[in-house]
């Protein structure tokens, strides 16, 4: 199984940046694409972004331009850099492994972190 490692998350003012982490562990980490999702109080779990093991990506419309989601193989780590971040972009941010077999969605793997806390003020 794979473990998922979040950090990075904090409290950051509008407009300002954050960059988060997630340490992956366990089978083979360049075998799975990677994803961000987020939670928002009284609202679902939604795509973020996500990267394949090519450094394909694909975003969610309300953070395209805005978010850019890297990995580092080497490191087993992958990250989202946040910047232009507004009070929407609040939540509990998750990090996701699925097993890429050659085509990136919005669809979860069953792989989740324990999720990181972003809290942007107004």
């Known amino acids: 199984q794979v473990q998922l490692v979040e950090s990075g998350g904090g409290l950051v003012q509008a407009g300002g940046s954050l960059r988060l982490s997630c340490a992956a562990s366990?089978?083979?980490?360049?075998?799975?694409?990677m994803g961000w999702f987020r939670q928002a109080p009284g609202k679902e779990r939604e795509f973020v972004a996500a990267?394949?093991?090519?450094?394909?990506?694909l975003y969610a419309d309300s953070v395209k331009g805005r978010f850019t989601i890297s990995r580092d193989n080497a490191k087993n780590t992958v990250f989202l850099q946040m910047d232009s971040l507004s009070p929407e972009d609040t939540a509990v941010y998750y990090c996701?492994?699925?097993?890429?077999?050659?085509?990136?969605?919005?669809?979860?793997?069953?792989?989740w972190g324990q999720g990181t806390q972003v809290t942007v003020s107004s």
């Open positions: 996701n492994a699925r097993r890429f077999i050659g085509l990136l969605t919005t669809t979860p793997g069953n792989y």
């Open positions: 990267i394949s093991w090519g450094d394909g990506t």
């Open positions: 366990g089978r083979t980490f360049s075998t799975y694409a």
